[in-house]
DNA sequence: CTTGACATTGACCGACCAGTCAACTACTAT
DNA sequence: ATAGTAGTTGACTGGTCGGTCAATGTCAAG
């Protein structure tokens, strides 16, 4: 159960970096299997299909993300607006290594798989969504306290971190086909317009 | 000749729709030259490989970009910033209309591509992230406009008109994992606040 | 009427695709 | 000791992948 689980796990995490450096349809079973060192008959002993490993690495990649970012930006140390500051410098810090040892810049997990199948998978597309929806509620959250505290005016706060989130994807978008990281930094300064429409200057 | 470039011109319709619809990897060559009614033979007279087809099926989404798109909404017959509103008016009836012909938001295409290619093959990553430079131009001009007629206080036009940008693919992401256009019209509301940070509600 | 360029065709290539399966091994609970 | 389960293996399927090629067809300029 031990080696059953840890062959699972390989498998998965093989999948997640190929799927995140490549693409979907661009990597193959076989390759996956090659890079986990697992034989394909025992890929399908845990993973019905290869869609269901891709639901699977998105679980992966969210698990991730909140280790990686959002926990580390979302923490009540900082006032709420500071953090979401934090947020765009550690998602910058982060892809400016990814760039540094791997000369790419891959952007968002999440939103390059939702490109690529959100038309051919349902399943795929709403876990996507979900993942999506749930990334946004750390803003959320900081923005109400903001109002909370004074920082800012009354704000539709759920509308206003998804117009954040979605401003990120696009920065995302923007660093990967510039395939330059600094752009996440440049970009990311306007995100505070997004937030504080009243701010004069 | 005439001839000729008609074939060449089916090949490019029939991937432009197919890898517009699905992606890159997903469609295959034969499928290409199945809608375009041409024999595979045949593709390969006109195209050295699938990525030149690629970029030349770039090259048409931009013509197309620019007729049904970024030339009605820009057009001075309106201040400058209610043209920006109005760019996001046609994107937004573009995708409900399509939503309703086919079910799905498809996003944008250069988006997909970028997302799905851009660590792949550095000259459709170039083409792209030339496409997405060439489209913040109209907005670079709508908003030094502005700034002329005394509708918007001093601005880096052209930092501001990339940020809107890079905020509309982001929005394309949204509505395409959410298959959903209507989030093109709720998030665009919010695209003034990245132009304007200096108006008071 | 001939030449040469362009265009078209279908057969073909090796590699790879996702997925299947029966046989086998290793371990666990009784 | 044994029966059952979970895990592993490698050979296999039918189909598709991007790409090649030699033969043939078409047509216009000289």
Redesign the pocket.
């Known amino acids: 159960?031990e080696?059953?689980?840890?062959?699972?796990q390989r498998i998965i995490s093989a999948a997640q970096e190929l799927i995140y450096t490549r693409s979907y349809?661009?990597?193959?079973?076989?390759?996956?299997c090659n890079r986990a060192?697992?034989?394909?008959?025992?890929?399908?002993?845990?993973?019905?299909?290869?869609?269901d490993l891709a639901l699977a690495v998105l679980d992966q990649s969210q698990a991730v993300m909140y280790e990686t970012i959002i926990n580390r930006a979302f923490v009540d140390d900082i006032p709420p607006l500071a953090r979401i500051e934090r947020f765009f410098t550690i998602v910058y810090d982060f892809h400016k290594q990814v760039k540094k040892d791997t000369g790419y810049v891959f952007g968002c997990p999440f939103g390059n798989l939702g490109c690529e199948m959100s038309t051919r998978d349902e399943d795929i597309r709403c876990k996507v969504d979900d993942i999506l929806r749930t990334s946004e509620k750390p803003f959320e959250k900081a923005l109400s306290e903001a109002v909370t505290r004074g920082d800012l005016p009354a704000t539709d706060a759920a509308a206003t971190a998804r117009a954040i989130f979605a401003y990120v994807e696009g920065i995302m978008v923007y660093a990967k086909t510039r395939n330059d990281p600094e752009l996440i930094r440049e970009l990311g300064k306007h995100a505070l317009q997004l937030i504080i429409p009243a701010k004069i200057q």
Chains 1, 2 share one sequence.
């Open positions: 159960m080696s059953s689980n840890d062959t699972r349809n661009e990597v193959g079973v076989q390759e996956i060192e697992v034989k394909k008959g025992s890929f399908y002993h845990f993973f019905p299909s290869k869609r």
